[in-house]
């Protein structure tokens, strides 16, 4: 298969959807419960840390010149070896964040949204739409991404402008109350979760074509989406004050419910629900592009095309057996941060530090 | 709800697998058919209410000491 191009613009557009995704509506509740209302400075921390890990993910992004992610893996560790590898990391990753955010997106609308309708049919539709596109290719996702790109910013600035005049800065007082533990503490969730999900990136330099260009699409993304999150948490802190925060599901889809100007002006949050339903849809398709790729690697397939609805069928009904109810969910959302953290930063430098020995060794034997 | 959609699923794969035949691509055929069987036994076992063990039981066990560890530290 020909990998398709996609321009630095439509990535960058694509990553920022990827990390808005359920991350919107999920962090502000999980932020607040550890940072309280300081929640805002782990924001800008997490953002910080995050460019810490960017040199990293570059580096390996220039190690593999022109192989895909996945071949690369097989050159790294031996055919058999890597596709073990290879296999565990996308079972235990893409396709579990694949199955997990399926059942987020159940979660949310059969909770706050359409409250009559059973989970199934509403993943059925989404998957169908999902499927299209991961088959359609790299390419296509980039256009559409382009067009939708500006209706979420839209209805981004709608919801959120709008909520200014309700804000108190009271709220967000005293700062560092309980000092800088549990700041970092919520600054290290959020860095794992959406933040170091951004190593499945790297399976997408071949669509981008070059290190450099991939870095930029990287870091653009990350500026965005980042001051998207602390204008949010910002502005859901100071309207509904930490302690509400903590304790609704989805902060930031209450916090645009209260909007009311002059009794004409209000119920934003089905635009917050349209924008969250868009962002999820990219998230999905990135996850099962990834998933699919990668498998097919493992598999020995040249059409990855093929896995796309075995793969979505296992994924809709895992998702409905994943937790069992919202306090299954609460639980599961404290460890994930420590079991991704091993995908996300572990397995990055294991596979840095491997290439950098192989090019050493190859190198030696040339000269010899 | 899930036993109309087990069928929609098989359809829609049938039908990928005849245009597969057609290209000769048999290890597609194969590697698909073995994920898709999985998937559809997965869907007649929950029709059945048989309890199936979540992926994210597992990794709590694994990771809540960390958990608890990390948080109490930096609580104190």
Same mark, same amino acid.
């Given at each position: 298969?020909?990998?398709?191009?996609?321009?630095?613009?439509?990535?960058? $557009?694509?990553?920022?959807?990827?990390?808005?995704?359920?991350?919107?509506?999920?962090?502000?509740?999980?932020?607040?419960?550890?940072?309280k209302q300081d929640a805002w400075l782990s924001v800008l921390i997490a953002i910080g840390a995050f460019f810490l890990l960017v040199p990293l993910y570059t580096a390996i992004a220039k190690q593999l010149e022109e192989t895909s992610f996945s071949d690369y893996i097989l050159e790294l560790f031996g055919r058999i070896g890597g596709k073990l590898l290879l296999c565990g990391f996308i079972v235990g990753y893409p396709y579990l964040l694949y199955i997990i955010v399926l059942r987020d997106l159940s979660d949310f609308l059969t909770?706050?949204?359409?409250?009559?309708?059973?989970?199934?049919?509403?993943?059925?539709?989404? $998957?169908?739409?999902?499927?299209?596109?991961?088959r359609s290719g790299a390419a296509v996702i980039g256009r559409t991404v382009e067009i939708l790109f500006f209706l979420v910013m839209l209805l981004f600035a709608f919801g959120y402008v709008s909520l200014i005049p309700s804000a108190e800065v009271t709220n967000l007082m005293p700062v560092l109350e309980h000092g800088w533990n549990p700041v970092l503490l919520a600054a290290f969730t959020m860095l794992i979760f959406p933040y170091s999900e951004m190593m499945?990136?790297?399976?997408?330099?071949?669509n981008i074509r070059q290190a450099r260009r991939w870095k930029k699409a990287v870091v653009k993304s990350a500026l965005v989406s980042g001051s998207m999150f602390l204008l949010m948490t910002l502005l859901t802190i100071s309207v509904l004050s930490d302690g509400v925060v903590s304790n609704i599901m989805y902060p930031s889809y209450f916090a645009v419910r209260t909007i009311s100007i002059g009794d004409f002006y209000e119920r934003f949050e089905v635009l917050v629900a349209v924008l969250w339903?868009?962002?999820?849809?990219?998230?999905?398709?990135?996850?099962?592009?990834?998933?699919?790729?990668?498998?097919?690697?493992?598999?020995?397939?040249?059409?990855p095309r093929p896995l796309l609805i075995p793969l979505s069928l296992i994924a809709l009904v895992m998702a409905n057996i994943i937790w069992p109810n919202t306090a299954g969910y609460t639980a599961a959302l404290q460890v994930w941060p420590f079991y991704? $953290?091993?995908?996300?930063?572990?397995?990055?430098?294991?596979?840095?530090?491997?290439?950098?020995?192989?090019?050493?060794k190859n190198s030696i034997s040339k000269e010899n | 709800m899930l036993a109309p959609i087990l069928v929609l699923f098989l359809v829609a794969a049938l039908l990928e697998y005849r245009s597969l035949k057609i290209q000769k691509r048999y290890r597609e055929i194969i590697s698909s058919v073995i994920l898709l069987a999985a998937g559809l036994?997965?869907?007649?076992?929950?029709?059945l209410h048989v309890e199936i063990p979540s992926p994210m039981s597992g990794i709590k066990t694994?990771?809540?000491?960390i958990s608890h560890l990390l948080t109490r530290l930096l609580y104190i």
């Open positions: 298969m020909i990998t398709q191009q996609m321009t630095t613009r439509q990535a960058a $557009m694509w990553f920022i959807l990827f990390q808005l995704g359920s991350a919107f509506l999920l962090l502000p509740r999980v932020l607040a419960g550890t940072a909770t706050s949204f359409i409250t009559e309708t059973p989970a199934e049919p509403i993943l059925v539709l989404m $998957m169908s739409a999902v499927i299209y596109i991961v499945l990136f790297l399976f997408l330099v071949p339903y868009i962002t999820i849809f990219y998230r999905l398709s990135l996850f099962l592009h990834v998933s699919v790729q990668g498998l097919a690697v493992v598999l020995g397939l040249q059409d991704s $953290m091993f995908f996300g930063i572990f397995l990055p430098i294991l596979i840095w530090m491997v290439g950098i020995f192989k090019r050493a | 036994t997965l869907g007649i076992l929950r029709l694994l990771f809540q000491p």
